[in-house]
C-alpha cells in the first residue's frame, strides 16, 4: 500500500498543527460557532445528538495492521473502546470530546492516517472495489489512481467551499462494489477499441433525499488526463452549481436542472483550457503505483489439499467458506470477510479488542494488510487457503465468523435515532430485531443475496434508496414510521427502488419484513434471486399482501 | 483601513464608490455595472481603476477589459461561498492578470492559505484585531499537491 514521503507527511503534521490551533481559537471564544464549523467539518468533526462525532478516512479502504492497531488504541483511549464502519470505507468515533480532536489527528498522523475532507462541502475520501488488485477479470488496479486523486483531492484550494459535499469511486472491474454510480463522479476503467486503458466517466449520481443515478459524461478519458478532467467537472460545478438552496446544491441536480449535454459541452469547453497543464505524466503513475505491486505469492499455494478436507469434515466452516469466501486471482489463495454484523452489535461496529485480534491475524494470514467494504465489513484478501481453517477457528472465538455476508442479516444500516442528529428514526434496534429474527442460516442462504438497506432520515446514509429492500426512517407527529422500497441496486445493474405504499408503524417492521419474504419465496422461479424477483413481478404482488390486512 | 497586501499590513489606498457616488480623483473601484454604462468617463479619468465582481458576475465578460483595471475584488458575500476562489485562478492562470487580486467581506483567517493559493495577494478583513495573527495563516502549509499561484508546478513534478 501507498506510504508516505516526507512531503505527505509534513502535509499532515502541519494540518494536525492548523487544527489544534483552530480549535484552540474556538475554545477561547474567538471564532462563533458558525465560523467553527466548516473547519472542523473538514477534519471529520460533527457535533452529534449526545456527544461530537469524528469521522477518520480510510483512503479506498485500505489499513495496514499498524494502522489498525492505533485505531483500537485509540478507540480506548479517547473514545468508549468501538469504532464504526461506513459505506465509504471510513470509520467513525462516537465519543470523542471535542477538546481532545487535535490528540486524536495526531495520533492518526503518527501512522498515516488523517481525517482529512471527511466531511464538509468539500472533495471527499476516494472510494474503490474492496476486492482491487485481487479479484480476477479486473481491467487495472483503481487503487493507485485512487491514491492520485487522493494527493489531488487533498488540500485543493480551490475546492474547499463547493456548493455540497462530492464524492469519487474508482473501479476497474465491470462487476460495481462501490457503488460508483450514486457517486457525484464514477470513473470505470476500461479498454478502448485500441486497446489502450483509459476511464469511463460518470457523472451526476446521489442518493439523500433526491436519489439520481450517474449519468455518463465521456465514454473514454485517456490516464494522462484524469487530473484534468476531474479539474474540469469540479471548477464548472463550483462555478455553476446551485448555493441557494443546500437540498438543490449537488451536483446530481446541476446535472439535472441543465442537462448532461449542456453540462458536457461546460466541462469539455473547460476541459481543452487546462489539459496541457495537468497532464499526468507516467513517471508520477508509475511512482505511485510502485506501492501496489503484487506481492510475492507461493507458488505452492494451489497444492494444498486440506482445504477441501477441512470443509468435509466441519460443516459449519464449510457453510462460512461458502458465505463468507470469495476466490482470489491467484489459485491456493482465498479473500475473506470478516462479517461485522453479528447479532451481537450494531451493523459495522468493532470493538477494540477484536481490532487488535484482527491486526494480529493480518500479520499472520494476509500479508498485514485488511480492508474495509462499502458493505460495512472487513476484508483479508491474501489467505492461503490451507490456513483458512486456522483463521476461521480464530475469528470464530472473537464472534468475527458471522457466516451472512450478502444474506439478509448483512444490512447497511446508518447509526440513526440513537446517534444522529439529523435522523428521525430508529435504525440500529431494528437491524438488531431483523438480525434475530431471522437467525435460521438455513432459511438465509435459502432467500440467498438479499441486501436490505435502512437508514433514520433522508439523508440516506445507508443509501436506502438502492436496497433490494429499502427502509427509510420518517417522524409522523413525534412517531417513528418507516417507507419500504423494493427493487434497488447499486451495482452494475444499479437502480432506485419502488415504492411499497403508505409508511408502517415501527412495531410492524419486522413483520412486514417477513411478509415480503414470504412472497417472494411464492413467486421465485427456482433459483431466481429476490431482486430478479421483483424486477420481473413488479412491486404489486408485494404491496398486496402487506397492506391486505388494512 | 488596513489591509494585507502581499503578506504585510498596510494602509489602504482605495475607495469603493457605490453606484450613485460621484467619481472622485484618486484609486477607486466601482462594480461590474457602472463600468458597462459608465466605460467610457472611467477609462479617461486620472487614477486607479478597480472593479468588484462577485461569484454571481459573469467573469468572462471582463475579459477584454482587464488591462484598464489595477485591483479586482472579489466578493465573497457569506464565507461559504467559494465561486471566487475559480475566479482567482482564471485570472492569474487564463487570463493572465497581474495586478492586485483583493478578497472582500466575510473572509476568515483560516481561508487565507487557500485564497492566497488560488492567487488571491490582498484581504480586507473585517476584524483589525484578527489581521495581525492571521498572518501566520500564510504559513500553515510549507507545501501543496497541486499546482498553485504561488508554485506552478504541481508537487508531482517536484518530488
Given at each position: ?9 509534513a ?111 468539500c ?12 479479484c ?83 465514454p ?33 441536480i ?38 501496489f ?38 489459485t ?103 438480525n ?43 412517531e ?16 432506485l ?54 | ?23 472622485h ?25 478597480g ?23 472579489l ?46 495577494n ?7 484585531n ?14 501543496s ?15
Open positions: 500500500m501507498y506510504q508516505y514521503d516526507n512531503y505527505d507527511q502535509m499532515i503534521d502541519q494540518r494536525v498543527a492548523q487544527y489544534r490551533d483552530q480549535t484552540h481559537r474556538f475554545l477561547a471564544g474567538e471564532m462563533t460557532e458558525e465560523q467553527f464549523r466548516p473547519l472542523r467539518l473538514m477534519n471529520g468533526l460533527y457535533v452529534q445528538l449526545h456527544a461530537p462525532m469524528l469521522r477518520v478516512a480510510i483512503p479506498y479502504g485500505l489499513m495496514s495492521s499498524r494502522q489498525v492497531r492505533k485505531i483500537a488504541d485509540i478507540s480506548r483511549r479517547y473514545d468508549k473502546g468501538y469504532v464504526h464502519f461506513t459505506t465509504r470505507q471510513n470509520f467513525q468515533l462516537n465519543w470523542p470530546a471535542l477538546e481532545t480532536v487535535p490528540d486524536i489527528l495526531a495520533e492518526l498522523a503518527s501512522v498515516q492516517l488523517h481525517a482529512i475532507q471527511s466531511s464538509g462541502n472533495i471527499r475520501n476516494t472510494t474503490s472495489d474492496q476486492l482491487a488488485g485481487v480476477a477479470g479486473e481491467v487495472e488496479d483503481p487503487r493507485p489512481w485512487c491514491e492520485i486523486i487522493r494527493q489531488w483531492s487533498t488540500f485543493h484550494p480551490e475546492f474547499a467551499y463547493l456548493p455540497r459535499k462530492f464524492k469519487i469511486a474508482v473501479i476497474g472491474n465491470t462487476e460495481d462494489r462501490a457503488a460508483t454510480k450514486v457517486h457525484d463522479i464514477g470513473l470505470h476503467l476500461v479498454k478502448n477499441h485500441e486497446g489502450e486503458v483509459g476511464f469511463e466517466v460518470l457523472v451526476g449520481g446521489g442518493l439523500g433525499r433526491t436519489p439520481i443515478l450517474g449519468q455518463q459524461i465521456r473514454f478519458l485517456e490516464k494522462k488526463d484524469l487530473l484534468s478532467y476531474l479539474e474540469a467537472i469540479l471548477r464548472v460545478y463550483n462555478r455553476l452549481g446551485r448555493r441557494d438552496n443546500k437540498f438543490k446544491a449537488r451536483i446530481k446541476t446535472v439535472r436542472e441543465h442537462g448532461i449535454n449542456h453540462i458536457r459541452e461546460l466541462v469539455e469547453a473547460e476541459w481543452v483550457q487546462i489539459r496541457d497543464q495537468l497532464v499526468l505524466e507516467n513517471k508520477e503513475i508509475e511512482r505511485v503505483k510502485q506501492y505491486t503484487e506481492p510475492n505469492y507461493e507458488d505452492d499455494a494451489a497444492e494444498d489439499k486440506s482445504f477441501a478436507q477441512m470443509q468435509v469434515e466441519d460443516a459449519d466452516f464449510a457453510r462460512w467458506v461458502k458465505q463468507n469466501v470469495v476466490d482470489h486471482k491467484i491456493g489463495y482465498k479473500i475473506t470477510y470478516i462479517s461485522l454484523k453479528s447479532p451481537q452489535s450494531p451493523p459495522g461496529d468493532v470493538t477494540a479488542e477484536q481490532l487488535d485480534v484482527i491486526a494480529e491475524l493480518a500479520d499472520e494470514f494476509s500479508l498485514g494488510e485488511v480492508r474495509s467494504t462499502h458493505n460495512q465489513n472487513l476484508l483479508f484478501t491474501d489467505v492461503k487457503q490451507e490456513e483458512l481453517y486456522a483463521l476461521w477457528l480464530r475469528l470464530q472465538a472473537e464472534g468475527l465468523a458471522t457466516p451472512n455476508i450478502n444474506t439478509l442479516t448483512d444490512i447497511i444500516c446508518c447509526p440513526g435515532l440513537d446517534f444522529c442528529g439529523l435522523a428521525n428514526a430508529t435504525s440500529i434496534p431494528l437491524a438488531k430485531e431483523i434475530e429474527r431471522f437467525d435460521d442460516l438455513d432459511y438465509l442462504y435459502d432467500l440467498g443475496d438479499i441486501k436490505i438497506k435502512m437508514s433514520g432520515c433522508m439523508n440516506g446514509c445507508a443509501h436506502q434508496s438502492v436496497g433490494h429492500i429499502g427502509i427509510l426512517g420518517v417522524d409522523k407527529k413525534g417513528e414510521w418507516y417507507q419500504f422500497t423494493l427493487g434497488g441496486s447499486s451495482e452494475a445493474d444499479a437502480s427502488g419502488e415504492r411499497l405504499g403508505r409508511a408502517i408503524p415501527k412495531e410492524d417492521v419486522v413483520d412486514t419484513v417477513a411478509v415480503l419474504l414470504d412472497t417472494y419465496l411464492e413467486l421465485r422461479l427456482e433459483d431466481e434471486p429476490f431482486l430478479a424477483t421483483v424486477r420481473r413481478v413488479g412491486v404489486d404482488p408485494f404491496k398486496e399482501r402487506v397492506y391486505a390486512d388494512n | 483601513m488596513q489591509i494585507i497586501k502581499d503578506r504585510e499590513i498596510v494602509e489602504d489606498n482605495w475607495l469603493h464608490l457605490d453606484d450613485d457616488t460621484e467619481l480623483a484618486g484609486n477607486i473601484t466601482v462594480s461590474l455595472s457602472r463600468w458597462q454604462s459608465e466605460h467610457d468617463r472611467l477609462s479617461h479619468r486620472e487614477g486607479g481603476l472593479i468588484r465582481l462577485s461569484g454571481d458576475d459573469p467573469l468572462e465578460e471582463i475579459v477584454p477589459d482587464l488591462s484598464y483595471f489595477s485591483l479586482i475584488v466578493v465573497f458575500p457569506v464565507f461559504t461561498d467559494g465561486r471566487c476562489y475559480s475566479f482567482a485562478r482564471l485570472l492569474r492562470d487564463r487570463y493572465g492578470y497581474e495586478g492586485e487580486i483583493r478578497a472582500q467581506g466575510d473572509i476568515l483567517r483560516d481561508q487565507l492559505f487557500y485564497m492566497s493559493q488560488c492567487g488571491i490582498s484581504f480586507e478583513m473585517a476584524n483589525l484578527h489581521i495581525t495573527n492571521a498572518l501566520a495563516a500564510f504559513d500553515d502549509f510549507s507545501e499537491y497541486q499546482a498553485t499561484a504561488l508554485k506552478p508546478e504541481p508537487l508531482y513534478r517536484r518530488r
